[in-house]
């Protein structure tokens, strides 16, 4: 097999409650992943060392370097088989860079999946899921797809079957945010604010609008801690939330720590319809209509 190509999609956290933050560094979490139709492919072709090469949109703004996710993955999986390996990594990226959608994380889930097949090493899910969980917190979501709750750093998973489809907007900002910076953020707000943090609780009325497929109810229930702390860094994401609102998104979030914003529509057509509407009165330079939830990391 001289090449292997994955496909992997973004998501958006409907529900993402950030604890206080431990001692580690870390926060404890209940995150509600939930993956859509927007697709990074990951092609890994036979080759003497690791390498990766980006095209697509966004792709002047990915390391290629060992800094990239993908590279980490795939030398994280050549370390647990115990042999030295090679890849030609070829990413084209459609998931926003640092957009709140782990893009980086599906890079490096669809490099484990494509490198697991190219190198003929058969391990099973488990065993990808635990090496993504050492690279990082959104990477066995990535994995899996599907809808999943997120506990600990995000990385322990409890798969959720959904009652139906799902239909959405993001509205893709210009430039990216950090991470960590959003958390910090958020930390600083805290500090400020001097009030008790509650322990993160999974929000009840959310599990049973995903479970029987309510698109009203989940749109009324959507929630993101990490949005005061987003707005603070790019206020000019509120009005773009408050335009999306307008057009009668059914809910309005800041996707994970952004700065892309995702708007759930009542079916495919508003979701087309609601892009629209945001491009041309100027609320986002970009709008993308997208379903979910979609499969995880996928062979081709």
Not at 117 to 146: N, Q, R, T
Not at 214 to 242: F, K, M, V, W
Request: with cysteine; charged share 15%.
């Amino acid at each position: 097999m001289s090449s292997v190509t994955v496909r992997v999609p973004a998501k958006v956290n409907v529900q993402l409650s950030v604890g206080p933050l431990r001692e580690d560094g870390f926060h404890d979490l209940v995150n509600v992943f939930h993956a859509v139709s927007i697709f990074d492919e990951v092609m890994a072709k036979e080759s003497e060392s690791i390498t990766v090469q980006v095209n697509g949109k966004w792709s002047d703004q990915v390391p290629v370097d060992d800094s990239n996710l993908a590279i980490r993955a795939a030398r994280a999986l050549a370390k647990h088989a115990g042999r030295t390996y090679g890849a030609d990594l070829i990413i084209q990226k459609d998931i926003p860079v640092a957009g709140g959608m782990a893009g980086g994380s599906a890079d490096a889930a669809g490099a484990l999946v494509a490198c697991n097949e190219l190198w003929g090493l058969g391990l099973p899910l488990e065993d990808l899921m635990e090496i993504a969980g050492d690279l990082g917190s959104d990477v066995p979501f990535s994995l899996i797809g599907g809808t999943a709750v997120g506990t600990g750093r995000g990385e322990q998973l409890s798969e959720l079957p959904t009652g139906g489809t799902f239909h959405w907007v993001f509205a893709l900002a210009n430039g990216g945010l950090s991470t960590a910076s959003v958390y910090a953020e958020c930390d600083r707000l805290r500090a400020e604010s001097a009030a008790d943090i509650p322990w993160p609780q999974l929000n009840d009325a959310l599990m049973e609008a995903l479970g029987t497929g309510d698109a009203y109810a989940l749109g009324s229930h959507l929630s993101n801690d990490l949005q005061a702390a987003t707005l603070n860094l790019r206020p000019e994401l509120a009005p773009t939330l408050d335009s999306g609102r307008q057009h009668g998104a059914l809910g309005a979030i800041v996707s994970g720590s952004g700065p892309t914003c995702a708007f759930l529509a009542i079916d495919a057509t508003h979701a087309r319809d609601l892009a629209q509407s945001l491009t041309a009165t100027g609320a986002a330079h970009m709008a993308v209509p997208a379903h979910g939830p979609v499969q995880g990391a996928t062979l081709l």
